[in-house]
C-alpha cells in the first residue's frame, strides 16, 4: 500500500537492467530513513514472466537449463518488497506532462518518478519471407520455447547471423538434433569481438561440432509456400531449410522515449547520471545511448544500474563514465572471450600474439602505450580475469612485458585463488571483486554458492565466474557446502524439474528412452513410475505406454488390499447413482461372494476382498466406470445436495459436481486428487479440505485448492471468485491441468501450492493470459481425448467446452484471501 510520503516510481520493463536497478534502489531504500528513501515501485513487462536471466536463454535452448533455473526473482521477491508487478502489459504511451503511463490493458498509471529499461528487440532485415511461418528469433523465453516445440532431429535448420547470439542459437539447436548451418553476412565470425585470424580459430571449432558455416553470403530471401522451404542468397545460390532462426543483432525499444518527447538517437540518450532530458525520467540497460554507446551486454546495464540506484534515491555518487566491452561465448568445448579493443591496425597500438594451431589456442593482447587496449582469448579463457583487470585498472605492464602472454603456471587453484589481490574483479557481469566475496563470506555466515549469488549477486550472470566463486567460497568459508538439488533417484541423477524439460526437449517419449540416455537403463520402483507420469502427462497420452513402470496398482487397475485381495470400486459421479445401478452392484457382490460392501468416505461403494481373477468378470458384469480409487489421478467429487434439494443452497452443487468429475476423470496427475462441490459456504460435502474445491455463494462460486484432510491438514486456498458454473468450472481445470504440468512426481497439491506460493498459481492459470489458459485448457483436452476408462478399454468421448472466464474479483499480489 502506498503511504501519503511515498513516491510513485513506474518501471517499464521487467528485465535485466531494470530490475538490477530495482535491487539496488531497495539497497538505499532499506539504509535510508524514511520518506526520503521510499518508494511505491510498479513495474510493467510485456512477457508474461518474472525476472529471468536472458543470458542463459542459450543453456535452455540446449537443455542444459529450465525455465524454472534461470529465474533471477521469483513473485515472492516483489511481494517481499511491496512492488506491484503488472506482467503482460505493455505500455504504449507516457504523457510526461500529466505524468502517466497507458498501458494496452488501459490502465493509466501515474509516476513521479519513470524508469525506462525496455531493453532492445531483435533486429529484423527487410528480408521479403522473414515473416513465414518456420522462422524465428532468438530473444526471450516465448521465443526459446516456441524453437523447442518446432526443432525435431534430422531438421535442416539455418541461422542468419554468425555472431554471439546465433552461434549459441545453432549450437542449442544442434543439441536438440538439427542439421544447422550458421550464415554470416562477414567474411569472420564474431567480427565485432575478434580479428580474422581468430575467427579462423572460433570457425574450425564449430565446424568440428557437425555445424556449417557459411561465410560472405548475403541473404537476399526465404522462400516457402506458407511453410519454409530454404533460403536464396545474392550469389544466386540456395538452400533448403525447414527453419531459419534470424540472429544479426539487436535494435533499442526507443519509442516511449520518442513518445515522451526525450532526446532519442539510436538509443535514449542518459547523462553521466542516466537522466534524460525530462528530469523526472530516467533510463537504463539497451535501450540507452551513453556518450553515443549503445550497450548490449549485461556488465554495463549493471554499472548504470547502480549509478541510476544511486541518482534516483538521492544519493547520488560516482559517475557512471562508459563500459568496455566484454563477451564469452557460451558455448560448451568452445572457449572464446574478448574485451576491449582488439582489430589490428588501430592508433599507435602494438598487438602481442601466441597461437598454437594443434590445441586450437589462440590469444592476443593489444597494447597502448604500455597499458591494455584490447584482448582475445581463445581455447584457453585461464587468464581472462587478470587481463580483464589490467583493462579496467589501466595498469601499467612495462615489467610484465617478458611475461603477458605466458605467466606463471598455475600450480594448485587454491593457492591461485589466495593470490589473486582483493582488487580483481571475480564476476564481471555484476561487478564483484574477490575482496567484496571474501567480505561477503565473513560477514554474512555464508556457506553456499546459492547464498552468495543471494547476497553479492556474483556469478548470477553468464556464470563464466562460477567455478572462481566456489573456489573462493571453498578457500574462505569454514564451512562450505554444496548446493544440492534433490535428485529423482540414483538410476536417472536429474531433478524432477531437469527431467519434465529433457522429456519434453529431447522429444523422449518412453519411459526406456529416458533411462537409456539419461539413467542407467534399468531404473527402479521410484524412477519409473515417476518417468512413466511424466511423458504421459508431456505427451498428452501421446507416448509409449509401459505397464510394467506403473504402479503394481495401476498394473492392475484395482487396489491391492493386505491379504493379497483386491478392491473394485465403480465410478460414481458426484456421488449419485440410482437404484438400477444399486440392484447391479449387489446382484455381483452376491455373485462374486465379495466379502464386504463398504461405502467410502467419499460417496462411494467399495466392494472389497475380491479374488483377482474375478476382477475382469466383475467389471464386466457390472458395466460402470472404474472409480480409479487405486491411481495417482482424479479420484471423485464429493458433492452436497445443493439448490436441488437443500433449502440453504445458492448453487447446483450436484450438477456441478458431476460435470467436474466427467471433465477430470480417468486422467493421471502427480498424485491422488481428490475434489468437492458445495452449494453454499456450509460445506457439508467438505470441499475446503480436498485438492480441489468449489464453494458456493450468493451470484458465484469460489474455487479453491491444496486442501487436505488425511495425514497433513490444510484448508485450501482461494484461487479465484467467478460468477457461473461454467467460469468455476475452467479455473478448476486451469489449476488441474497446471498441477499436473508443474508438480513433481507424488507431490499432493497442498504441498504443490504451499511450495510455489498461491500467488504464482494464479498468475500462471486464473489471472494468466488467455494463450496462456488456452495452451493448459487444449493439453487438457488432448490428454482427456485419449484417455480411456481402465476396464472399458474405449475411447472416452466425453471431451470438454471451453468459454472464456471473467473474473469477477480481481485479487491483487500480496492481498491475503482466504476462503
Ligand atoms: C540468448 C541471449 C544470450 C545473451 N548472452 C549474453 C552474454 O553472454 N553476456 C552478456 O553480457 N549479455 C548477453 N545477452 C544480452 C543481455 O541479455 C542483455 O544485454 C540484457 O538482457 C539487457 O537487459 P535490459 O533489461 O536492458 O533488456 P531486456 O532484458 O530485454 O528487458 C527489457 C524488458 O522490457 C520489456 N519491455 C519492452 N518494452 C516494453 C513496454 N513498452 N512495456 C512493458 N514492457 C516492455 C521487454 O519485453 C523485456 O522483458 C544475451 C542476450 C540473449 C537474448
Ligand atoms: S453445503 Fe450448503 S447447500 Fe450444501 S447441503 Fe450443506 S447447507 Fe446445503
Keep these: 500500500m502506498k503511504s501519503v510520503n511515498m513516491e510513485r516510481l513506474v518501471v517499464v520493463g521487467n528485465g535485466m537492467a531494470g530490475i538490477a536497478c530495482v535491487e539496488q534502489i531497495l539497497r538505499h531504500s532499506s539504509v535510508m530513513p524514511p520518506p526520503a528513501a521510499q518508494f511505491h515501485i510498479t513495474v510493467f513487462g510485456d512477457e508474461t514472466h518474472v525476472n529471468y536471466n536472458r543470458i542463459q536463454l542459450s543453456s535452455v535452448l540446449a537443455g542444459e537449463k529450465t525455465a524454472d533455473d534461470i529465474v533471477i526473482n521469483g513473485l515472492d521477491w516483489y511481494m517481499d518488497n511491496g512492488i506491484d508487478l503488472r506482467l503482460g502489459v505493455k505500455i504504449t504511451g507516457v504523457d510526461p506532462f500529466a505524468k502517466t503511463v497507458t498501458g494496452d490493458d488501459g490502465s493509466v498509471t501515474p509516476y513521479d518518478k519513470l524508469l525506462l529499461a525496455t531493453g532492445s528487440s531483435p533486429l529484423l532485415p527487410p528480408i521479403p519471407g522473414s515473416d513465414k511461418d518456420g522462422v524465428y528469433c532468438f530473444r526471450n523465453l516465448d521465443d526459446t520455447r516456441a524453437l523447442l516445440g518446432r526443432v525435431q532431429p534430422g531438421l535442416k535448420t539455418v541461422v ?334 536429474f531433478t524432477q524439474d531437469n527431467l519434465r524439460e529433457i522429456v519434453r526437449s529431447q522429444k523422449l517419449r518412453s519411459v526406456q528412452e529416458i533411462l537409456d540416455v539419461y539413467g542407467n537403463g534399468i531404473g527402479c520402483e521410484v524412477c519409473k513410475p515417476a518417468l512413466s507420469y511424466m511423458v504421459d502427462m508431456t505427451w498428452c497420452g501421446e507416448h509409449e505406454e509401459d505397464r510394467s513402470a506403473r504402479f503394481i496398482n495401476d498394473r492392475v487397475h484395482a487396489n491391492i488390499q493386505r491379504d493379497g485381495t483386491f478392491s473394485v470400486v465403480p465410478r460414481i459421479r458426484g456421488g449419485v447413482t440410482s437404484p438400477a445401478e444399486l440392484r447391479r452392484i449387489a446382484d455381483v457382490a452376491e455373485k462374486y461372494n465379495v466379502r464386504m460392501v463398504k461405502i467410502t468416505g467419499s460417496q462411494r461403494i467399495d466392494l472389497l476382498g475380491v479374488a483377482k481373477e474375478d476382477l475382469p468378470k466383475i467389471w464386466a458384469d457390472l458395466g460402470m466406470p472404474s472409480g480409479q480409487a487405486y491411481t495417482k489421478g482424479v479420484r471423485m467429487v464429493k458433492t452436497c445436495v445443493g439448490t436441488e434439494f437443500c433449502r440453504y443452497g445458492t448453487q447446483d452443487s450436484i450438477a456441478t459436481g458431476i460435470e467436474l468429475e466427467r471433465r477430470l476423470e480417468n486422467l493421471y496427475t502427480p498424485h491422488k486428487t481428490k475434489m468437492g462441490v458445495v452449494g453454499c459456504p456450509r460445506n457439508c460435502a467438505e470441499a475446503t479440505v480436498k485438492d480441489i474445491g468449489l464453494v458456493g455463494q450468493e451470484g458465484g462460486w469460489q474455487v479453491v485448492v491444496g486442501g487436505a484432510a488425511g495425514k497433513s491438514v490444510r484448508k485450501a486456498d482461494l484461487l479465484i471468485t467467478v460468477e457461473t458454473s461454467e467460469q468455476a468450472l475452467e479455473s478448476a481445470q486451469l489449476f488441474f491441468q497446471y498441477y499436473r504440468e508443474h508438480a513433481n512426481f507424488l507431490e499432493r497439491t497442498y504441498d504443490f501450492v504451499e511450495r510455489l506460493g498461491i500467488e504464482k498459481v494464479r498468475r500462471e492459470t486464473v489471472y494468466a493470459q488467455r494463450a496462456v489458459q488456452e495452451g493448459l485448457l487444449e493439453r487438457l483436452a488432448k490428454s482427456k481425448a485419449l484417455a480411456k476408462d481402465a476396464w472399458l478399454e474405449r475411447e472416452d468421448p466425453r471431451t470438454t467446452q471451453f468459454v472464456p472466464i471473467q473474473p469477477l474479483v480481481q485479487i491483487q499480489p500480496g492481498e491475503a484471501v482466504k476462503v
Design 160 to 493: 542468419i547471423g554468425g555472431g554471439l547470439l546465433g552461434l549459441e542459437a545453432a549450437r542449442g539447436l544442434q543439441l536438440q538434433g538439427a542439421q544447422v548451418t550458421v550464415v554470416h553476412l562477414m567474411s569472420t565470425l564474431m567480427e565485432r569481438q575478434l580479428d580474422t585470424a581468430g575467427g579462423q580459430y572460433l570457425q574450425q571449432k564449430i565446424e568440428a561440432m557437425g555445424i556449417n558455416v557459411l561465410l560472405s553470403h548475403n541473404t537476399t530471401a526465404i522462400l516457402s509456400n506458407g511453410r519454409v522451404q530454404g533460403i536464396s542468397f545474392s550469389n544466386g545460390y540456395r538452400m533448403e531449410a525447414d527453419l531459419v532462426v534470424i540472429a544479426v543483432g539487436i535494435r533499442p525499444n526507443v519509442a516511449l522515449g520518442k513518445a515522451a518527447g526525450l532526446t532519442v538517437n539510436r538509443g535514449i540518450v542518459v547523462n553521466d547520471y542516466m537522466e534524460t532530458s525530462d528530469p523526472s525520467i530516467f533510463a537504463v540497460g539497451e535501450c540507452v545511448e551513453h556518450q553515443g554507446v549503445v550497450y548490449g551486454l549485461v556488465a554495463p546495464l549493471y554499472q548504470q544500474g547502480k549509478v541510476l540506484a544511486a541518482t534516483i534515491t538521492g544519493n547520488r555518487g560516482p559517475r557512471y563514465e562508459g563500459s568496455i566491452p566484454e563477451a564469452r561465448l557460451k558455448i560448451m568445448g568452445v572457449d572464446v572471450f574478448s574485451a576491449g579493443f582488439v582489430q589490428d591496425g588501430g592508433p599507435a597500438c602494438e598487438t602481442v600474439r601466441y597461437e598454437d594451431p594443434s590445441l586450437g589456442i589462440y590469444k592476443k593482447l593489444m597494447l597502448k602505450d604500455g597499458r591494455l587496449a584490447g584482448v582475445i582469448l581463445i581455447g584457453d579463457l585461464s587468464d581472462s580475469n587478470r587481463y580483464l583487470d589490467w583493462l579496467r585498472t589501466g595498469a601499467d605492464l612495462t615489467d610484465k612485458r617478458r611475461r603477458l602472454l605466458s605467466p606463471d603456471p598455475v600450480p594448485d587453484r587454491g593457492v591461485a585463488v589466495a593470490e589473486m589481490p582483493d582488487s580483481e574483479t571475480v564476476c564481471g557481469c555484476n561487478g564483484v571483486t574477490k575482496g567484496a566475496i571474501i567480505s561477503a563470506i565473513h560477514q554474512k555466515g555464508i556457506r553456499t554458492l546459492s547464498q552468495l549469488k543471494q547476497c553479492t549477486r556474483a556469478s548470477t550472470g553468464c556464470g563464466s565466474c562460477t567455478d572462481l566463486c566456489v573456489a573462493l567460497l571453498k578457500a574462505v568459508a569454514p564451512e562450505f557446502e554444496e548446493d544440492k538439488k534433490k535428485v529423482l533417484c540414483e538410476c536417472v541423477p
